[in-house]
T-cell receptor, first 113, second 114 residues
Framework: GDSVTQMEGPVTLSEEAFLTINCTYTATGYPSLFWYVQYPGEGLQLLLKATKADDKGSNKGFEATYRKETTSFHLEKGSVQVSDSAVYFCALSPMDSNYQLIWGAGTKLIIKP | ETGVTQSPTHLIKTRGQQVTLRCSSQSGHNTVSWYQQALGQGPQFIFQYYREEENGRGNFPPRFSGLQFPNYSSELNVNALELDDSALYLC?????????????FGPGTRLTVT
């Protein structure tokens, strides 16, 4: 079945460092891909999305590109801030059951001042 | 505009008991999805309700059941609780004709089964 694998955390970085969180997927055809963020004590929020190959999703300085050839959707940010500390989830919506999301395990990001 | 709310925030139950969790969807939304998130893991899709009927279901046994009401609010019922049911239960609402990513999550209900 469809699945999402993302790098284990926690990832600890200093403020203004470059961030990459890896995400790869297994799915039939062309799923839609997403990054969600969960701040402490809050609900999951959509960070960015890409619905077809080579699309780049971006929001709040974060970017991710839908790479069909490597089945990847890595999250990047050029300069992280302390306020980016959260848990980040990669997810996909399958082509044949697009009413659901299939999630990775999440990566906790800790940014130190 | 009111966001997605869930109740209760936390609860503790004993193995074998039954539990009901509640969700109020965001204003204007007619579809509700439920997810289970075990500690340190990503959410797992339980089921989705649209127009008071189950619209899709993940790999969960029948003792997980739900309801959606005419005002689009929803309940998740779990019978014969097991220790492994301990998790954060998330509700998400959306408008049926919109894409899956346009769904909004509540803060969750933390269920502990002892």
């Amino acid at each position: 079945g469809d699945s999402v694998t993302q790098m284990e955390g926690p990832v600890t970085l200093s403020e203004e460092a470059f961030l990459t969180i890896n995400c790869t997927y297994t799915a039939t055809g062309y799923p839609s891909l997403f990054w969600y963020v969960q701040y402490p004590g809050e609900g999951l929020q959509l960070l960015l999305k890409a619905t077809k190959a080579d699309d780049k999703g971006s929001n709040k300085g974060f970017e991710a590109t839908y790479r069909k050839e490597t089945t990847s959707f890595h999250l990047e940010k050029g300069s992280v801030q302390v306020s980016d500390s959260a848990v980040y989830f990669c997810a996909l919506s399958p082509m044949d059951s697009n009413y659901q999301l299939i999630w990775g395990a999440g990566t906790k990001l800790i940014i130190k001042p | 505009e009111t966001g997605v709310t869930q109740s209760p925030t936390h609860l503790i139950k004993t193995r074998g008991q039954q539990v009901t969790l509640r969700c109020s969807s965001q204003s204007g939304h007619n579809t509700v999805s439920w997810y289970q998130q075990a500690l340190g893991q990503g959410p797992q899709f339980i089921f989705q309700y649209y127009r008071e009927e189950e619209n899709g279901r993940g790999n969960f046994p029948p003792r997980f059941s739900g309801l959606q009401f005419p005002n689009y609010s929803s309940e998740l019922n779990v019978n014969a609780l097991e220790l492994d049911d301990s998790a954060l239960y998330l509700c998400a609402s959306s408008w049926r004709d919109r894409a899956i990513y346009e769904q909004y999550f509540g803060p969750g209900t933390r269920l502990t089964v002892t």
